[in-house]
């Protein structure tokens, strides 16, 4: 929505309101109250490659540079072509499978009633050569019988043991190309925005081959470097503001979620020489979910700006830094 004249004066207002604050952030550090640290950086956020867990080719990018996504958003499908016919495949097999363990079974069932038949004649060539009826020959043919028709039923339940590791087998096949089917829709993995847009429909990539860069904006941050001085005294979780240069009469508030455990020298990004020279300790400040999740659309990276963080807890924050972005700057 366009904003009317009220609302840019007001802007004007707000903006000439907030020189003090600039000015105030902008000067040397030694001029901050005790207990506080300043540094310069830009706006950063994680960023994430899309990319297919196996080679094929693209049937469709559903997204372009600079789209807005949510999480679980469905940015690009894979041709699944050959997967399916794969996945049909491995169903029949299953199916092939089950049915072998079934006439395996029959074959069970008929096998234990010659066992048993077996076995009743057997019992009964042992009356009759104990009654001196049958040689002797003729019992021992009826035991060879008895002991083959055992052997040969166990033989068959060996038979349904493994139709069993057929079907366990086949089964598992069927999911493991269900999944890949379903790993062929690759999913926003979190808030952001659309950075890159590196491959078409049509192009066949490898496996973990770039299709898209995301820019996470779960976690977006400031990156600053303080001397051992300061940093040697920061905790975790140390309150910070982030003035930005382009809003530079509000501050947003943010946290400390990492200090560098090891000194390095200053990035060639800082612009002067002597501060080039020092050892710093690589401090980043996050700004809070909620905070950009109310901004999603209006958060942008390489932002430049200056980070001021509370290293005193005792320290109390100027008025300067108190002052919070209104919701109708961006209406």
């Known amino acids: 929505m366009k904003m009317g004249t009220g609302a840019i004066l007001a802007a004007i207002a707000l903006l000439l309101a907030g020189v003090a604050a600039y000015v105030f952030v902008s000067k040397n550090g030694e001029e901050l109250p005790a207990g506080f640290a300043q540094s310069n950086g830009r706006i950063e956020a994680e960023q994430t490659e899309i990319a297919p867990t196996l080679a094929g080719r693209i049937a469709r990018v559903l997204v372009a540079e600079g789209d807005m996504v949510a999480l679980g958003d469905v940015l690009v499908e894979m041709d699944t072509d050959e997967l399916s016919a794969t996945h049909d495949r491995a169903r029949a097999e299953a199916a092939l499978a089950r049915q072998t363990k079934a006439e395996a079974e029959a074959v069970v069932v008929q096998r234990e009633s010659e066992l048993h038949r077996a ?5 009964r060539a042992k009356a009759l050569l104990t009654g001196r009826n049958i040689s002797e020959t003729v019992f021992e043919e009826r035991e060879t019988a008895y002991l083959v028709a055992e052997a040969v039923l166990g033989a068959s339940k060996a038979r349904v043991a493994t139709t069993d ?11 493991r190309i269900a999944a890949q089917i379903e790993d062929s829709a690759l999913l926003a993995p979190a808030p952001g925005r659309v950075l890159y847009r590196l491959a078409e429909p049509g192009e066949v990539v490898r496996a973990g081959g770039p ?42 508030p943010a946290t400390v979620t990492f200090v560098s455990p090891e000194a390095q020298f200053t990035p060639r990004q800082v612009e002067t020489m002597s501060e080039r020279e020092q050892l710093v300790f690589r401090v980043r400040v996050r700004i809070p979910k909620d905070l950009v999740a109310e901004r999603i659309e209006h958060v942008k990276t390489g932002l430049r700006g200056m980070a001021v963080i509370r290293i005193a807890s005792e320290g109390v924050w100027p008025e300067e830094l108190e002052r919070r972005i209104p919701p109708e700057l961006f209406e």
């Open 119 to 123: 076995a009743h004649v057997l019992d």
């Open 165 to 175: 590791s057929q079907i366990a087998a086949a089964e598992a096949e069927v999911r």
């Open 211 to 252: 299709i898209l860069t995301l820019i996470n904006l779960e976690n977006v941050y400031m990156e600053v470097f303080l001397p051992a001085r300061e940093a040697g005294l920061l905790p975790i979780g140390a309150e910070a503001r982030i003035v930005l240069d382009v809003l530079p009469n509000f501050a947003i």
